[in-house]
Structures are given as structure tokens and as C-alpha cells.
């Protein structure tokens, strides 16, 4: 149980090929300027950066720690501004670079306690007063299955309850409400909705969009 801050060898290998499909609500980035100094954390292979482009955004750049990730973002969307990040989550930015930080399905990628904090502070960092902090994740899940399995590695390995391996070898974790607004002590809940949503293995699962606002 290393490195669950990163799991870069995971991401470059078999995690590499891996289909996101956490839905963009239509209805908030339709309330940012067009103009607005975007940063996608996490951003795979640029999907949702991607979008953004299409909808009239101009500024926007994404960092993910896995260069395969970020090589097959450059092969399906040469136009994009994407980067490998190479000490995560330390951002290579001045503080206050940004207005807008996504964080789609990337809390799940990084079940530490510790990790999750550090990543965090590193966003309130780089974010402008008054930026808002787009979150897209998991929560836990209600079936036998992955109850079972969040008991079976609390006990195994010590880590916060929700936290499990995957089949093919990540180590992810599905989170409580109150976990998710416990990390964010410096912003203010803008929004929030349960959505439907498919895992990067093809399981429909139940997950959160939050929308916050630094104070």
C-alpha cells in the first residue's frame, strides 16, 4: 500500500487505457467567463478539457502525473496545453494563477489521508480569491460487494474505510459526504448535486459534483 499518493506506474500502464466519463454539468461552466484562467488537475487524457474548448473557453491547461496519459491526450487533441506533472501535486504555477480548478474523479486516485490534504492546500494555493473549485467523485457505495470490500481492506491494511484495489491493480477509494467536506475548510458549498456514473471499469456507480467558491 505505496505511493497512493501517485500510483504513477499504475497510470502509465494499464490505467493508461482506461475511458473517464464523469459528466460536465452544462449549467455551471455557463456561469464563468469565457476567459477565466481554467486548470484541469488530473487531466487524463484531456477530456474534459476538451469540452471546455469547444464551449468558447480559451485558457485552458491540464496536468497529470502520467505521461502516458498525457501523450495519448496529445495524439487525440494536439491543440490542447497539457503537461506531465512531475512532483505532485506540487504545481509548477504562481499562487493565484487560477479562477477555475477541475478535480474530475482524481480524490478517488488518491485515497492517503495525507495526500488528499496536500493536494488540496496546493489548489487553494493557486486559485484566485473568489476561484471556484469544480469536484466530481465517489462516494461510497451501498451494494454488498463493495462493502465487503472496503471492510476487508480497512481491516487488512489500515486505510479509511472506502478505501480498495481494483482488479487490475489501483488502489482507489469512495468517499463519505462529510470526508469530502472536510477537505475543504477554505471554500464555500456553491452547489451540489448525486449523479449517476460509470467507474473507469465500466461499473455504474453513485457519485457527487461539488461546486466551491474560495473564500
Known sequence: MKDLGRQVAYWDTAGAEKTFTHPVDPGWPATVDRGARILDYGCGYGR???ELSHRGFCDVSGVDPSSALIARGRRSHPELRLAVLE???SLPYPPTSFDVVLLFAVLTCVPDDDAQRALIAELVRVLAPG????VSDMVLQDDERNRDRYAAYARRFRVP???FATDDGAVVRHHD???LHALLPEFDLV???RISAVTMNGHPARAVQLLARKR
Open 131 to 134: 476561484g471556484l473549485l469544480y
Open 161 to 163: 474505510y472506502g478505501v
Open 48 to 50: 474534459v478539457m476538451a
Open 177 to 179: 459526504m462529510a470526508e
Open 87 to 89: 512532483s505532485p501535486p
Open 191 to 193: 452547489e451540489e448535486r
